[in-house]
């Protein structure tokens, strides 16, 4: 019958609709629970601030190099402390199953940087009033969440205004145990070292690099039609642009916004989480970045996005069954001269 090629579209259905992202800061719409033995964050903010190449110890026991030195691309983040500002308690409503705020406490003062961001915050609260609401309805509360802001003052980025999210407190299976340890943290910092640990896998959501609008060429990889032989009309672009009924189909490749997605990356792993930037700062700085002045980590792989972009990390949401869990032996990184 000779080759037979099924090819519905070009692209994916699964990133439909390609547009602009709503928010630069991610929308994590599922948030992993593992069982740690402790409360926690389950997930943390960082800054991306470029790639460079780091020479390991392969610790995979299935792989033919295990026990030698293998250089892998990895990408830096700096990762400032997040400050806690507030504690929200959710329940399920009995209507719909959807979960819905019961009550919340704001830390008694927020920075100034955080009403750049939320102009509609008092200058105080009343923390004494507020825990006492939430003692009357944590009993059927299900979930516990913070509220916490980024503190891009103490990057290298040059910003102030800092990007206030939720994340979910987890861990343990005791909502008690949860609620009494973020209101230990109201008005704290918590850092990437309470949350995640170097060896470990984590799942990163970022805003891809925007490129405008482009073709049909660029954006769906479409074949370029020859350019000698009836084709008076073109060559970047399809040779039919379908039916006049039905008038808009999925199956055909059009121009559009290329960029500025959400994406999700799983399974990265965490090579190291240091606090001396020292050992990652080239001699020059970061190119479009500057210096790393705090915190950073060191992931495995890429990360969408460009330099300075908020890159939410979370706990993996299907890890791998067999993937090593210790700190992986660095030998050398490209920024060490």
Do not use: C
Not at 210 to 218: A, D, E, T
Request: proline share 9%; no cysteine.
């Amino acid at each position: 019958m000779g080759l037979k090629i099924n090819r519905p579209r070009r692209g994916s259905m699964g990133v439909y609709p390609r547009k602009r992202a709503s928010d630069i800061v991610p929308r994590v719409r599922t948030w992993p629970d593992p069982n740690l033995g402790r409360p926690s964050l389950l997930g943390f903010a960082a800054y991306k601030v470029g790639m460079l190449h780091a020479v390991v110890v392969e610790d995979r026991q299935t792989s033919p190099l295990f026990g030698k030195e293998v250089v892998r691309a990895a990408t830096v983040l700096e990762a400032p402390p997040l400050r806690v500002l507030a504690v929200r308690l959710y329940s399920l409503d009995p209507t719909n199953g959807y979960r819905k705020a019961v009550g919340e406490a704001w830390a008694p003062e927020v920075p100034k940087d955080v009403h750049r961001a939320v102009k509609t915050l008092p200058e105080k609260f009343d923390l004494e009033a507020e825990l006492k609401r939430l003692e009357v309805v944590k009993g059927a509360a299900v979930d516990v969440r913070a509220i916490v802001a980024t503190q891009p003052r103490l990057a290298g980025i040059g910003k102030k205004t800092p990007e206030v999210l939720e994340i979910p407190i987890g861990g343990v299976p005791s909502v008690e145990d949860r609620l009494k340890f973020a209101l230990d943290m109201l008005g704290k910092e918590v850092r990437a070292s309470d949350v995640f640990s170097a060896g470990g896998l984590v799942d990163v959501l970022a805003v891809t690099r925007g490129k405008g609008w482009q073709g049909v060429i660029k954006r769906f990889g479409v074949k370029i039609l020859p350019r000698w032989h009836k084709h008076r009309k073109g060559h970047r672009r399809t040779g039919t642009v379908g039916p006049q009924r039905p008038a808009l189909m999925f199956t055909q490749p059009r121009p559009g916004q290329m960029g500025f997605h959400q994406r999700t990356e799983y399974n990265k792993r965490i090579l190291k989480i240091g606090n001396n930037p020292a050992e990652i700062n080239p001699r020059g700085g970061w190119p479009h970045y500057g210096l790393v002045k705090g915190d950073f980590l060191i992931l495995a792989g890429s990360v969408p996005g460009v330099q300075k972009r908020l890159v939410v990390l979370r706990h993996p949401v299907r890890p791998p069954p067999k993937a090593p869990t210790s700190a992986p032996q660095l030998v050398w990184l490209s920024v060490q001269i």
